[in-house]
């Protein structure tokens, strides 16, 4: 699996849906992802008939006596998009807290004037994507 | 940096809503005693066999499954999620678990049908009545062990 970013999965919105549907379960119903992510009944219908579009979620429709259930689950495709996108994510955060920590350090060593001043900056260079976001 | 706390936050938010998900992943009050029952009859399965020994296990047994596949029909339109299929194999996470259950109801049915034999009815009630506690113990700590798997997720977060 490579790290990468998908732009399609990438607003909060989509992250969440794909995240949650790359949880571990088969399938989710509607009002299940709905109350997971937090979202409304109408965002939750658009951003999913996107990622449909894309070829990312499957959706099956049926009903249990008048009331219409629809299911959610990724397909192979989308699964492998989400993973590259959530390792991307996970590097990035590794990246930051690595950055701050070695800020945090370099401020906590006593004030060595005659030392050059290169070791504050931070060792870990964030990745080239960041900006893209 | 605007856009990294974004997307640190965006991940942060994920864990959460992962963790949401976890908890709808809860038994409903039918469904526990669905399962005691089924256990229950399982457990009586020696004693019947005792009493009627013309009684074959698979006019037992069959029915016994099909109120399983029911009742997980059941449990997941009630939570709205769907988890797979868990075999003795996979995923290797719950698998201690699941050998747990197997072999707990195997020995207790043998168990009791031996000391049935031997006449020796209240241990073997005993046996079936902590069988029956067991088994929902390790029920329930398989339940627990798919809402850890939903909490950590399939990704990299």
Known sequence: MTAKLDPLIHPITRLSICGLLAAGADWIEFAALRDAAGISDSVLSKQSRVLEDAGYVEVRKGAIGRRPRTWFRLTPEGRQAVEGHLAWLAQLEEAVSASARDLQQARSLPDDRDQPHDRDEPRHVLPPLLGSS | MGDVARDQAALELLRVQRSRLADQMRWPWWYQS????????????????????????????????????????????????????????????GRPTRIAIVAVSLGAVFTEASLI?????????????????????????????IREELRGGGGAA
């Open chain 2, 117 to 145: 034999r031997k006449d020796v009815i209240v241990p073997a009630i005993v046996i079936a009545a902590l069988a029956l506690v067991a088994e929902m113990a390790l029920q329930q700590a398989a339940l627990r062990g």
């Open chain 2, 34 to 93: 669905g399962l005691a029952m089924m256990y229950a009859l399982v457990f009586a399965f020696p004693f019947i066999s005792r009493f009627d020994p013309g009684i074959r296990v698979w006019p037992f047994l069959l029915p016994t499954l099909a109120v399983a596949c029911l009742m997980q029909w059941g449990l997941t339109r009630a939570t709205g999620i769907k988890v797979g299929f868990r075999n003795l194999r996979f995923p290797a996470s």
